[in-house]
């Protein structure tokens, strides 16, 4: 499927949060569930996909398959293991939760941050580690298989809110966004730091699937992707006009200014997707996709009336379907 051909119709619409959707995940290969988490402190697990589709009329779910209920506060972000038998949540009481996805309840909990914790990944051989992100500006690599409360190592050189991580394995490395303005790639290997200053604050950070590029957002309106090995830019996605020649509604404008927005790559990395915040021509939000190579939009989505920002966007490589998680508690599933 040529990267001209991004999903665009809606199927599903899971109407199960009372609160904006912060987070939003497949489970691992082949992606038949969604994992999402909200400002109303709970984690819902649903289909991606609704059982009966009949005559291609969008689904509504309004009650998930299950609930993941302990946090305290908003739930910021969700990360789900490989095997899918477990999964890690993160938010605004300042905790790190590791999930038993069957039975329901916590397997781990752990308190070392002291500011909400913006962002979790896992890691690992056999994703034996969990990575955490908090606006105590430090990173937290914690040990699943350990009693221990304390992390096994703890990552001080962000100077402001650490809002993003992508944990890389093949590179054993760890690239994380921060509300200072810089990107920073810590090689867990070899010891050593890579730091790009992009001067805004990042929202959001993604490698590639070969390692070789890395995805930033920043409160510019902008998404940057870096070469990871010299920081060199390599393409820049959003920006006014740029819609024109590619059929998308011109006045649709990709927005980030003031809002947590995250972007990943789609389509085996030929595809850049983000959510964005409403803007000021349509009233709403929506989700842009970009052709890697040329930059050009190949498709914005809007996200409906009332919804002012789809803050967290969820490809599924093995479905060719996506999920977006928007400010008015809804998810919605494309394909």
């Known amino acids: 499927m040529p990267a001209k051909q991004f999903p665009t119709q809606l199927v ?33 697990l649903s289909r991606a996909l609704p ?32 095997d899918n038998s477990r999964f890690a949540s993160v938010g605004g009481d300042r905790q790190v939760f590791l999930w038993d996805v069957e039975q329901g309840g916590t397997i781990r909990r752990w ?13 690992g051989e056999g994703d034996s580690v969990v990575v955490t992100g908090s606006a105590d500006t430090t990173i937290n690599i914690w040990d699943t298989k350990s009693n221990s409360y304390k992390p096994i190592q703890t990552l001080t050189e962000a100077r402001d809110t650490v809002s993003s991580l992508h944990v890389h394995m093949p590179s054993y490395s760890i690239a994380s966004g921060s509300y200072d303005g ?18 805004h604050p990042v929202t959001s950070v993604r490698g590639s699937n070969d390692g070789n590029a890395v995805l930033a957002s920043t409160l510019d309106g902008r998404i940057r992707m870096l070469d990871r090995a010299d920081g060199k830019l390599l393409k820049a996605f959003g920006g006014e006009g ?51 190579l040329s930059g050009e ?4 989505v809007p996200a409906g009336a009332g919804v002012k920002a789809v803050s967290a966007v969820a490809w599924n490589e093995r479905g060719g379907n996506w999920a977006g998680g928007c400010s008015d508690g809804t998810v919605k599933v494309y394909r």
Do not use: C
Not at 56 to 66: D, F, M, N, R
Not at 183 to 198: H, P, S
């Open 12 to 44: 599903h619409t899971l109407k199960t949060h009372n609160g904006p959707v912060n987070a939003v995940t497949f489970s691992s290969s082949p992606g038949t569930y969604v994992l999402t988490g909200s400002s109303d402190r709970a984690v819902h």
């Open 51 to 82: 059982t009966e589709h009949k005559n291609h009329a969008p689904v509504e779910t309004t009650s998930p398959i299950q609930k993941y209920e302990a946090h305290g506060y908003s739930v910021l972000d969700v990360a789900v293991a490989a």
């Open 111 to 123: 308190s070392g941050h002291n500011a909400r914790v913006e962002t979790v990944q896992f890691g």
């Open 182 to 199: 810089h990107v920073r790639i810590y090689d867990l290997r070899m010891g050593g730091t890579t730091v790009d200053v992009l001067a």
């Open 242 to 292: 740029e819609g024109e020649d590619t059929g998308v509604d011109k006045r649709a404008t990709y927005r980030n200014s003031e809002l947590r927005i995250r972007s990943v790559f789609a389509k085996a990395d030929a595809v850049v997707m983000s959510g964005s915040e409403a803007d000021s021509h349509t009233g709403q939000a929506g989700v842009f996709a970009w052709d890697v």
């Open 297 to 300: 939009v190949l498709a914005h």
